[in-house]
């Protein structure tokens, strides 16, 4: 089409048709700037397609972080929720009286209410990448953006929670490790110390009972309820509910 307008200007010009010869000038140059603005129609839709394709693999890789994290968050909830049950068991049998429990089921609810500790680990390492590398912006879902956004200054707030809860653990088990009782009578109880350092399971010469007697020890342990309710109720319960809500997003962005 070029080489046509081209045989035609110079024929026109040298007839001295100097208008026509602009007119046909004018179509050259509507032409180039017509193939400009296809070159670039076709570079915008092959980067948009190439955008998408990455939003795409970061969407199923985030689905499968996601997917774990929550997985984690359901374990964690049932340990601190059997910490608070069996918490609460030893605030009733401290209501009841020493005489209903015997020195090894007492050292069993000890054991199984203090011995864990509580700490939400996410899988986060795709997505702290693609905040650091400026890749977040590839997400087209402006919700699911404010949401990635905002995930991890959640999980700081809940390692928060996490720290004072470990406080009033920790509250509970200096007291076993005093000269006032015996945490040896726990482990041997529980046969811990027999796992641990081969030794024969038998009777532990002193008792942990008179805790149930113990009013620093029972403060201790509503505190410990407190604060393991706390991060169940205000804490656990929202972030799985935000985990969902993320997890939704994402699944109704993939390959949408």
Do not use: C
């Amino acid at each position: 089409m070029i080489k046509v307008f081209r045989n035609l200007r110079q024929g026109v010009f040298t007839e001295r048709k100097f208008s026509n010869y602009l007119i046909y000038a004018l179509g050259e140059i509507i032409l180039v700037v017509i193939g400009i603005l296809i070159a670039l129609a076709i570079n915008n839709s092959n980067q948009q397609r190439i955008t998408r394709q990455k939003e795409q693999i970061y969407l199923q890789g985030l689905r499968i972080e996601f997917q774990i994290s929550k997985a984690k968050l359901q374990e964690l909830m049932a340990v601190n929720k059997q910490n608070y049950e069996g918490a609460s068991e030893l605030i009733q049998l401290m209501s009841d009286g020493s005489g209903t429990v015997g020195e090894r089921q007492f050292s069993e609810l000890l054991y199984n209410t203090f011995a864990f500790d509580i700490a939400f680990n996410p899988n986060n390492s795709l997505l702290q990448e693609m905040i650091s590398s400026g890749s977040l912006k590839d997400i087209s879902d402006t919700e699911l953006r404010k949401y990635l956004t905002n995930w991890l200054s959640t999980l700081e707030d809940i390692a928060k929670q996490e720290n004072e809860l470990g406080v009033r653990r920790e509250k509970v088990l200096d007291m076993l490790t005093g000269e006032a009782y015996s945490l040896r009578t726990i482990l041997t109880e529980t046969g811990i110390l027999q796992s641990l350092l081969g030794e024969e399971k038998g009777n532990s010469s002193s008792g942990n009972l008179k805790l149930l007697k113990s009013t620093e020890f029972e403060n201790n342990v509503l505190m410990f309820i407190l604060s393991s309710h706390a991060t169940e109720t205000a804490h656990y319960q929202p972030l799985m509910q935000e985990l969902d809500t993320i997890l939704t997003l994402i699944n109704k962005d993939i390959q949408k």
